[in-house]
């Protein structure tokens, strides 16, 4: 059975106040980086996944992500799955 | 009959909770495993605060997924009651047995203070012993308190009268000040304050009795 490479992007829904991120923009001003605009954090999964075929492979990390990697009250989410050389 | 306390890898006020259940309280104690899932001659669950699962990923996240989690859901649909306080209303957000989530504070620190909270609804057993903007003080110990939910999910728990506590004087950025929530049902209640520090006299104040008092009434 054919395996997968994945990443799942989770970042805070845009209307989520992100205090981290804001902390580190504000040392960013500090480093002497000038001209940072926005700073957000977020979290980047990298998995590998044994599966029948890439779309089989997609649906279980759709689901992965939504129940688990990600909480949806508060968190967007992305994906990206390629298969593994 | 039992009080119950979880106990998940990474908590670590569940010897609290117990020492004013059991110590001042004089209610039957019991710590439920996370691997368990018998809640036999069990009344009432407390979900401590803490680190479970070591916050990982999302404070909660994993605890979700904890057995005993599988057979408090049951619990719950019976209409017995669980207090999850601090990591514990954490936990109960991302089951989904109180709405919204808690979430890094607005202000860069992690806060360990006592704060005045104000009752906001008598609807639930849980405060019918107070008045409505009845004001007393609990301890608040928390990185990750700030209570965020989408402006439906607020509305609807301001129709449901939902929003049980609320902080006198914001501390972490909340969303309407809301410092602990039930659900619609009343019998599961969300804390961030801690009712179980604010038990013993010779520690500061008893202003938590009531609230756990109402855990076998």
Known sequence: MPNFQAQVLVSLRPSVLDPAGEAAKSASNRLGVPGIKKLRIGKSIALEIEAPNESEAKKRLELLADRLLANPVIEDWSLEVKPSL | ?217
């Open chain 2, 1 to 217: 009959m039992a009080i119950g306390i979880v106990v998940f890898p990474g908590s670590n006020c569940d010897r609290d909770v117990r020492w004013a259940t059991e110590g001042c309280l004089g209610y039957p104690t019991r710590f439920l495993w996370h691997e368990t899932r018998d809640l036999t001659g069990i009344e009432a669950i407390v979900l401590p605060g803490g680190f479970s699962y070591g916050d990982y990923l999302r404070c909660g996240a994993i605890a979700r997924f904890a057995p005993v989690l599988q057979s408090i859901v049951d619990f719950v649909g019976e209409g017995r009651k669980v207090l999850g306080i601090c990591n514990g209303f954490q936990v109960l957000t991302e089951l989904g047995l109180l709405p919204g989530a808690l979430i890094k504070n607005r202000d860069l620190h992690f806060i360990c203070d006592n704060t005045l909270l104000k009752v906001s609804s008598r609807r639930t057993g849980w405060f019918s012993e107070r008045q409505i903007g009845e004001e007393f003080s609990l301890p608040i110990a928390h990185g990750e308190g700030r209570y965020h939910c989408s402006d439906e999910t607020l509305l609807q728990l301001q129709e449901d009268d939902s929003i049980a506590l609320r902080y006198v004087s914001n501390p972490n950025g909340s969303v309407a000040d809301i410092a602990g929530v039930t659900n619609k049902e009343g019998n599961v209640l969300g804390l961030m304050p801690h009712p179980e520090r604010a038990c013993d006299p010779i520690t500061g104040g008893i202003d938590g009795r009531t609230i756990l008092e109402t855990l076998l009434t």
